[in-house]
């Protein structure tokens, strides 16, 4: 157990619709990543946020938006949702925001469009 | 971030010490080496990072050539729940961000 957690664990929803997708950090830890892990693409960074600032993007798409609270709890936003964003996002966490910190990964969320 | 190459498949009996070859030759002095691991589909999960010098901790060992352009990650005693997905990962020091090649799958068999 990793100590970060991510709810819902499944979820299936329609083409066109929109989920928010919830991650808690392990305790202490300031910053947040979002990962998505589809069959063609492997594992590919999303965006990260260090204590409620956005700090570094990936390959995120602009239908995809994300936050983090006050609590340092995150949430990530899939709208306009497409066969193709069905995957696993796996969110993790890191006490800072220095490479020589490491990431704790959640069990992630598997999402599937139909 | 340097490019890592490892091989996409190793076996290795259960009790046997597992060696898992990386080859980041484009490395610069201020990235870091990490590996994690991907069981099935579960959240990838941390083992070890280095910079220069040799690593140990409860789960590995991290052999880092002097020239920095290869690294070993060592399972000690294999177990059957080694089995997964290992990824070596080279970070840069003012990069936040993972990023995740297609990583070595180890099957550990009885």
């Known amino acids: 157990d990793s100590g970060v957690t991510q709810t819902p664990k499944h979820l299936i929803t329609a083409t066109g619709q929109r989920v928010t997708l919830r991650c808690s950090p392990r305790s202490g830890d300031l910053s947040v990543y979002w990962y998505q892990q589809s069959l063609d693409q492997g594992l590919q960074f999303l965006i990260q946020y260090y204590n409620g600032e956005e700090r570094a993007k990936g390959n995120i798409l602009e239908r995809f938006s994300a936050q983090q609270f006050p609590d340092l709890h995150s949430e990530l936003n899939l709208s306009s949702l497409e066969l193709g964003d069905s995957a696993l996002y796996f969110c993790a966490s890191s006490i800072g925001s220095q490479s020589s910190y490491e990431q704790y990964f959640g069990p992630g969320t598997r999402l599937t469009v139909t | 971030d340097a490019k890592t190459t490892q091989p996409p498949s190793m076996d290795c009996a259960e009790g046997r010490a597992a060696n898992l070859p990386c080859n980041h030759s484009?490395?610069?002095?201020?990235?870091?080496v990490y590996w994690y691991r991907q069981i099935h589909s579960q959240g990838p999960q941390y083992i070890i990072h280095g910079l220069k010098n040799n690593e140990t901790n409860e789960m590995a060992s991290l052999i880092i050539t002097e020239d920095r352009k290869s690294s070993t990650l060592i399972l000690p005693h294999a177990t059957l729940r080694d089995t997964a997905v290992y990824y070596c990962i080279v970070r840069a020091l003012n990069t936040d961000k993972l990023i995740f090649g297609t990583g070595t799958r180890l099957q550990v068999f009885p």
């Open positions: 484009t490395i610069s002095g201020n990235e870091y």
